[in-house]
DNA sequence: CAAACTAGTTTGTTATACAAACCATAAAGG
DNA sequence: CCTTTATGGTTTGTATAACAAACTAGTTTG
């Protein structure tokens, strides 16, 4: 018991912020999505999203593909593996927290 | 589902974050804890530890007595109702996100 | 009586989230 | 045309935050 309290010091933090969390649960369901998207969904600010996803993209969780629909620029983000492995690995990581002190 | 994730937003920082989680999820359980036991288990250096009680008893999560085990101080800790209540909906509000998105 | 231990608090640094301002391009209106 | 208005974002500024390290105060031990 004791260790598993200890385990949610070193939960990944990335995908803790709840801004991100949603970001990683809409990406993990949707092939691509993009920028305006995300906004609508998360109810985040542009600069606040463009934050997030700068952050998510450092790690290495998402790839940001910039192109245009006709001459309108286009973010284009997905999820990479190993932000799909982090985002399954927080999941289980958190669901047994819940069930050990349910 | 969008308004389940836009609902991450404003889920209870003061809760959610890992440290004050692990403490909630101790004193739920426990009916008070001493300073240096809720450190053993969280593994906080006593710094962090004084630092997020202080926080959590600002928002009557948690009441803190400070009294004596012989002549050295001691300093119990409990979990207020208030307390119990936002650990509890935290709880409910987490495993419906995990549900929901599963 | 000095060193070390117990039980904390205060202080300082670094990082973070958020909001607001800014920038560039494109379509629409007069 | 040319200047608003809308689209699609990025950069910048500020207030909180978490964490570690230093400090305080009293106590026991050698």
Redesign the interface.
Known sequence: M?SD??G??D?D?LI?E??R??LA??L??VESADFLYLQ?????TKGNLSSHLAKLEEAGYIAIEKTYRGRIPLTLVRLTDAGAAAYRAY?AR??K??EK?G
């Not at 609508?40 to 985040?44: D, I, P, V």
């Open positions: 004791p309290l200890r949610l010091a939960i933090r803790h709840p801004a969390l949603a649960a809409i993990s369901v609508r969904e998360t109810g985040l999941r958190f669901k927290f819940l002190t």
